[in-house]
């Protein structure tokens, strides 16, 4: 008989214990939980020996192995890098105009010029690998790049004529050996910022219309070009984590999935100036009229106020306890460190 009640009364606490590590009202472990604030924050000053250097665009296989690159009044200060101490800038052998940085480790990384040239670093040295030549287009201009695997990269822009009244978007594919030419109707727009959706397994590019207000947001799977959206308000593409989202208009983010976009936060009342990236939608770093803002799902903050007005933000990138982002005013270039402690 005692053992009869041992074994019901086992049986009643296994069930008490399975109700309870079941109740909805659990938080799971992993739920998001807001951001942090607490960030120690340093800053560098570009110093080019002449002239000025405006990186707007930044890549890195960690927080301290960052690479930014952009316009530079001498070709000598186009690219810099930040080996977790200090930034210094990596002189070309030959002349090189980047606008676009996408890698996959530290000595797999691409670099895109303006005069559609591509350029590989081994960990060593920057290389130019291969030149575009587009028929009947006098230049390709490459705005961003993204990819899958080191095996499939994708690069876009777009291309103009001689005459400068001719011009059409255009994707160019990495395959592992060589750079081509990828095969989309003719569309008289500038693609301008590509990313990649790991979990939808898709790309989604922004491109705004020349001679037109009309931007517009596209699906691309490596073969297919989709529109899913298009506006006559202003359209930048970011992400938050492992998510892409669109910013409309300054002041609205919407997540993109599955081919359409929907509207996530509306920042219009707020100081919100129209960019920002995150690690997840607790967590999100801005950029604010008056300095580096952060957004933890409650309220948005300036958390590093600017020190000069006319401060602009041109570039960032972030990790899991840093974040770096480059601001320029009239004269010079800046990139802000904030660091978790």
């Known amino acids: 008989m005692k053992k009869h009640k041992l074994i019901f009364l086992l049986i009643l606490v296994s069930i008490f214990l399975l109700i309870t590590n079941c109740n909805p009202t659990e938080p799971p472990d992993d739920e998001l939980k807001p951001g942090r604030r607490d960030y120690n924050w340093t800053v560098d000053t570009l110093k080019p020996a002449e002239g000025r250097s405006i990186p707007s665009r930044m890549w890195g ?3 301290n192995d960052v690479w930014a690159v952009g316009l530079s009044y001498l070709n000598a200060y186009c690219i810099w890098h930040y080996d977790g101490k ?69 690069a ?30 003719s569309i008289k727009k500038s693609f301008k910022e590509i990313y990649y959706d790991k979990n939808d397994d898709i790309f989604y590019i922004s491109a705004w219309e020349f001679n037109s207000s009309i931007e517009s947001i596209y699906s691309f799977d490596g073969q297919n070009l989709n529109l899913i959206y298009s506006t006559d308000k202003l359209i930048s593409l970011s992400n938050i984590g492992q998510e892409i989202i669109s910013i409309i208009d300054y002041s609205k983010i919407y997540k993109v999935k599955s081919g359409t976009i929907e509207l996530i936060k509306d920042f219009s009342a707020t100081s919100f100036a129209g960019y920002c990236f995150g690690r997840n939608e607790l967590d999100i770093i801005t950029a604010n009229d008056d300095g580096i803002g952060h957004f933890n799902g409650n309220d948005l903050l300036t958390i ?38």
């Open 86 to 154: 200090t930034w210094s800038n990596y002189t070309p052998d030959q002349y090189m105009d980047p606008r676009a940085i996408w890698g996959t480790s530290i000595n797999n990384i691409w670099i895109g010029s303006t005069d559609g040239a591509f350029w590989h670093y081994d960990g060593v040295k920057w290389d130019k690998f291969s030149e575009t030549t587009i028929p009947n287009y006098q230049q390709f201009i490459v705005q961003s790049m993204c990819g899958r695997s080191a095996n499939e990269i994708y």
């Open 61 to 63: 296989a960690d927080a």
């Open 304 to 341: 590093y106020p600017k020190w000069n007005i006319e401060l602009n933000r041109i570039g960032s990138i972030i990790f899991e306890k840093d974040f770096y982002y480059i601001w320029e005013d009239s004269y010079k270039t800046f990139i802000v460190h904030g660091k978790l402690k």
């Open 156 to 185: 876009i822009g777009f291309a103009d004529s001689s005459e400068g009244n001719s011009f059409k978007a255009i994707i160019m594919h990495f395959n592992g050996v060589k750079w081509e030419i990828t095969n989309i109707p």
